[in-house]
């Protein structure tokens, strides 16, 4: 059953399609801003109009969506621009949805991105504090909401969000917003390339006291648990190719929709091998794409999106 292409297919298990695919985005003030990220060749900070011309080629190569980042004009203490509604992301969300209405536009709801400290949450005594940081994240979901997000993704991993977040947007008048929860998401070396695209990296310490243990799964099983119970509407396991049993668990265990971020990092470094002649960039692409779908993912999250799309086509 191998000795031929039309025989392979013929008996093939696992499919890719564009729309299986989502693109992260990294919005940032200015106009006519394209400004290429060192660690990530063919990713850009970009304006929002850059933003919109982008994502008209999303659109047309049939991706399943885009999940937004911003770079805000200022970082503070408290991350004021991460949940005010003239917000660089908000901002970005209405311009999106108003040039394209049909593209899923997600947007992801962190702190660490907002913080001068560079940490997902407030922090109080050198560390962050779990629930006063439920607060600031209910109102940045929300604000996205109102700009007209099609989904919210919280990956701060702070204890309580999916609930808080579900309750806020309730109250806000948001029921049908569905939540994409970070639900198992590591804290892993595999988001350097991405620290320097979101200017992110933590000022002290790391994220060791929020983000998981890469060593543990059952725990990964009780934090899915939990957002499920909380109402998450999808989970997310984040990274992807190192965290392969981790997402076939999930599969075998949840009834939700899975998805898994093919991070910054797993990115990068098929395209530095690549660069230097040692693997051959589009088979490393569609391999790893195909093994995180065989693994259980409903969706990928990948910096590889649009070139995946081309490749299927
Ligand atoms: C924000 C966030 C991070 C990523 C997605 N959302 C960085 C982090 O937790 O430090 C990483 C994504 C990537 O590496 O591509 N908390």
Redesign the pocket.
């Known amino acids: 059953m191998r000795a031929n292409e039309p025989l392979r297919r013929l008996v093939r298990e696992t499919a890719l399609e564009p729309s299986d695919f989502i693109l992260?985005l990294f919005v940032c003030p200015g106009e006519g801003v394209r400004r290429e990220i060192g660690a990530m060749p063919g990713n850009y900070q970009l304006s929002i109009d850059e933003l919109v011309k982008e994502c008209e080629q999303v659109q047309s190569l049939g991706l399943g969506g885009v999940i937004l980042?911003g770079i805000p004009e200022t970082k503070d203490e408290i991350a004021s621009e991460a949940y005010a509604d003239d917000g660089i992301v908000q901002r970005a969300v209405r311009s999106l949805k108003r040039a394209l209405p049909e593209l899923v536009v997600i947007t992801?709801v962190?702190?660490?991105?907002y913080t001068s400290h560079g940490h997902?949450g407030k922090v109080v005594g050198g560390d962050v504090d779990n629930d006063a940081t439920l607060e600031w994240l209910a109102k940045a979901a929300v604000s996205h909401a109102r700009a007209g997000a099609d989904i919210v993704a919280p990956?701060?991993?702070m204890d309580g969000r999916v609930a808080a977040i579900r309750r806020a947007l309730d109250e806000a008048g948001f029921p049908t917003t569905p939540i994409l929860s970070?639900a198992a998401?590591y804290?892993?070396v595999?988001?350097?390339?991405?620290?320097e695209?979101?200017e992110?990296?933590?000022q002290f310490g790391d994220?060791r006291s929020y983000?998981m243990d890469p060593a543990n799964v059952r725990e990964a099983m009780r934090e899915i648990s939990l957002d499920v119970h909380e109402g998450a509407d999808i989970v997310m396991i984040?990274?992807a190719m190192p965290y392969l049993d981790i997402i076939r668990m999930a599969r075998d265990r949840f009834q939700l929709p899975i998805a898994a971020?093919?991070?910054?990092?797993?990115?990068s470094m098929i395209v530095a091998a690549a660069r230097n002649g040692w693997l051959d960039r589009e088979r490393a692409m569609m391999e790893s794409l195909t093994a995180i779908r065989r693994a259980g993912a409903d969706f990928i999250?990948t910096?590889f999106a649009k070139d995946a799309a081309r490749a299927l086509a």
């Open positions: 992260p980042f992801d962190c702190n660490c991105e997902c990956s701060d991993m970070y998401k804290a892993s595999f988001y350097g390339p991405f620290r695209a979101a992110s990296a933590p994220r983000q984040k990274p971020y093919q991070v910054s990092g797993e990115f999250l910096y």
